[in-house]
T-cell receptor, first 118, second 117 residues
Framework: ETGVTQSPTHLIKTRGQQVTLRCSSQ?????VSWYQQALGQGPQFIFQ???????GRGNFPPRFSGLQFPNYSSELNVNALELDDSALYLC?????????????????FGPGTRLTVL | KNQVEQSPQSLIILEGKNCTLQ??????????LRWYKQDTGRGPVSLTI?????NTKSNGRYTATLDADTKQSSLHITASQLSDSASYIC????????????????FGKGTKLSVKP
């Protein structure tokens, strides 16, 4: 176990709905990254939060948004769900240190949230 | 463009046999390379991590190699077990991350390994 938790584990939504996924980082970690993993594919970077601020973003539309809280837990919000949003959503936390000068701080992954959009 | 390519895409082997998975990368500047094991529907779990100065790293029956000159890595699994059935993902970390659309981790698509009795 990595100490990173995600909730819920599974979720079923319909097109057009909104969803919030949650992630609790490992103790002592101040950076959280979110990834979308479609079936049979590698994870795709959505965005990263460092000390409550967005620190980089992948090629995802604005309807994907996030938050990081003072305790470094994080939320991923997706509005106007589309069928293609069906995927495993992973969050990963990493140890303290400026992410801009990442010297390979290991990211520890949570178990993921499986989102199905019907 | 920063990329990680893995081969084969999938592999079926018999229990007790050995296998080797390949990873080629074009990531700059390079920080380290990790192999993860991912069970279906679960988060990836780190198996090994190597910096450019390390050319081999073992974790039980898993042995990873790295050739930083040719930008190639391999993961060798010895005496496979049914529980080794999973996807194995090669991930290369960039040394500095100045934002950008890929993040600081560049993922391969994984090799899906099936171990049959």
């Amino acid at each position: 176990e990595t100490g990173v938790t995600q909730s819920p584990t599974h979720l079923i939504k319909t097109r057009g709905q909104q969803v919030t996924l949650r992630c609790s980082s490992q103790s002592g970690h101040n950076t959280v990254s979110w990834y979308q993993q479609a079936l049979g594919q590698g994870p795709q970077f959505i965005f990263q939060y460092y000390r409550e601020e967005e620190n980089g973003r992948g090629n995802f539309p604005p309807r994907f948004s996030g938050l990081q809280f003072p305790n470094y837990s994080s939320e991923l919000n997706v509005n106007a769900l589309e069928l293609d949003d069906s995927a495993l959503y992973l969050c990963a936390s990493s140890r303290p240190g400026r992410v801009r000068h990442n010297r390979g701080n290991e990211q520890f992954f949570g178990p993921g949230t499986r989102l199905t959009v019907l | 463009k920063n990329q990680v390519e893995q081969s084969p895409q999938s592999l079926i082997i018999l229990e007790g046999k050995n296998c080797t998975l390949q990873c080629n990368y074009t990531v700059s500047p390079f920080s380290n390379l990790r192999w993860y094991k991912q069970d279906t529907g679960r988060g990836p779990v780190s198996l090994t991590i190597m910096t450019f100065s390390e050319n081999t790293k073992s974790n039980g029956r898993y042995t990873a190699t790295l050739d930083a000159d040719t930008k190639q890595s391999s993961l060798h699994i010895t005496a496979s077990q049914l529980s080794d059935s999973a996807s194995y993902i090669c991930v290369v970390s960039r040394r500095f991350y100045y934002g950008g659309s890929q993040g600081n981790l560049i993922f391969g698509k994984g090799t899906k390994l099936s171990v049959k009795p």
